[in-house]
């Protein structure tokens, strides 16, 4: 069967990719940067470039397939509040283009939308199903609620503040009742729905077995890992002070903070439906499923994870546009030495940022993660997906991997902190063994000067100490 999947870099995807290959499905992955995308992790794969704001780009997609996954999210792109309007206007675009081809039926990924006033993402998501619907082809929406695996932002949000707040002091939302699912589960109705008639034209609520509020997801969360936690609910945290609580606390952009929070008012519990029965899915507790993705965790087999679609404002027109790193008008820390272990220098490289640190200074990256935090950048805490692997497109605590080649011994990276111009950091290993550290930064007017000689001390020993340490000199 040939499969048509969309939001091949996002979270879900990354999961359901794999499962389609190993059934033989020939699958067309659609990226806006090829660049982001592992096909070597996939292989099998057919990767397209498409970037469904642009017209232009649709005509990479063949028409001769069977089936379309709609996996494309706006809320946590950058949008800011335009992002019902990127919804609405990608929808369109891929409907019209679906259309045209032979594709019998679009699969799309959506969220429970069972009460009456609705947040603006959950309107959005409603009004994205709208435009799907088709005379050219089926669609069959499913929708689902908080989504718990390795990787998943609500897990991640939920570890966060269970793990760091011994004693929670929280919004009323917490009392909200949900009705969470573990990812595998959503890919057991994702693929058992490929082609299904009797689910053409419909909608289906997915969820687990269990309803919860989300105070007792927190406490459950916490008696899985053997912690005790308080949990305090107060009624005068408005959702502005809610979204902020939850950007500060846990690893969350604040757009998607304040999104989740407005999402996290309303009831979000299935309405009953024999869809699991007929694909005979068994459906995992949430506490299962929180073991499930511990047991990822700690074999490192984390997949995907929600860190990895997003990106700065400025990477959305393509990473390989800068991978030229520049020098005319730049501020350049260039260092070299000579290393006598490649292959151990080479692995310490692979392995900086995240739990590692950056083996120098570290506590001073945390100040700067933080300080970056406070004026709404990403900060630290996306850390890596995995301790040892980097691919192109990963992020890397505030940085993001533009190129990650151990043939060529090299390893490019671009910062996504709040910065007064644009960052570069580059480690990479000549045939002669000799290790060159280059740091690359582009100033932007006066208050990019400013910043650079104002950090520039706290280069001149950061930088030695990096590098003296990736090569074990000390």
Not at 62 to 91: C, Q, R, W
Request: charged share 25%; hydrophobic share 40%.
């Amino acid at each position: 069967m040939k499969i048509l999947l969309t939001g091949a870099t996002g979270y879900i995807a990354q999961r359901l990719l794999p499962v389609l290959l190993e059934a033989g499905h020939e699958v067309f992955c659609c990226v806006r940067d090829k660049q982001r995308f592992n096909a070597q992790q996939f292989p099998g794969a057919t990767v397209l470039e498409v970037d469904f704001l642009r017209e232009e780009t649709l005509a990479n997609i063949p028409d001769n397939i069977d089936v379309a996954y709609y996996l494309i999210h706006s809320m946590s792109t950058g949008g800011g509040e335009d992002f019902e309007k990127l919804e609405e206007t990608t929808a369109t675009h891929f409907k019209q283009r679906i259309e045209k081809t032979h594709a019998r039926q679009v699969i799309y990924l959506s969220g429970i939308i069972n009460e009456e006033e609705l947040s603006k993402h959950l309107l959005s998501r409603k009004n994205v199903e709208e435009i799907l619907k088709s005379e050219h082809y089926a669609l069959t929406t499913l929708r689902a609620g908080i989504i718990v695996g390795s990787g998943s932002a609500s897990f991640e949000i939920i570890r966060d503040l269970v793990e760091k707040l011994p004693v929670m002091i929280t919004p009323r939302w917490l009392h909200t009742q949900c009705q969470p699912i573990a990812i595998r589960n959503v890919v057991d109705f994702l693929t058992g729905t490929l082609l299904l008639e009797e689910t053409y034209g419909k909608s289906f609520d997915i969820g687990g077995p269990d309803i919860l509020t989300y105070k007792q997801m927190l406490l459950k969360f916490a008696e899985v890992r053997g912690l005790k936690r308080r949990i305090l609910v107060v009624p005068v945290m408005t959702p502005k002070l809610s979204s902020y609580w939850l950007y500060f606390v846990t690893s969350t952009s604040y757009s998607l903070a304040k999104n989740l929070v407005h999402s996290m008012k309303v009831k979000v519990v299935c309405r009953p439906n024999d869809l699991a029965e007929r694909l005979h899915i068994e459906l995992l507790g949430y506490e299962k499923a929180i073991s499930l993705a511990f047991d990822k965790i700690e074999q490192n087999q984390v997949l995907s994870s929600w860190t990895g679609a997003q990106s700065s404002a400025a990477l959305s027109k393509g990473i390989s546009n800068y991978m030229q790193v520049p020098t005319n008008g730049c501020f350049i820390d260039k260092r070299e030495l000579k290393i006598d272990d490649p292959e151990y220098v080479l692995k310490r490289i692979w392995s900086i940022g995240g739990k590692t640190g950056w083996y120098y200074g570290t506590w001073l990256w945390e100040i700067r993660g933080f300080l970056d935090k406070v004026t709404g950048g990403v900060g630290l805490r996306r850390g890596r997906r995995h301790p040892e692997q980097i691919y192109p497109g990963d992020p890397l605590d505030f940085w993001r991997v533009l190129l990650a080649n151990k043939e060529e011994k090299r390893l490019l990276l671009y910062a996504e902190m709040k910065l007064p111009g644009e960052a570069w950091l580059e480690f990479c290993l000549d045939e002669n063994n000799v290790l060159k550290q280059t740091a690359t930064f582009r100033p932007l007017g006066l208050a990019g000067r400013l910043y650079w000689y104002s950090v520039l001390p706290f280069h001149a020993f950061i930088f030695k100490g990096m590098i003296t340490n990736i090569a074990g000199k000390v």
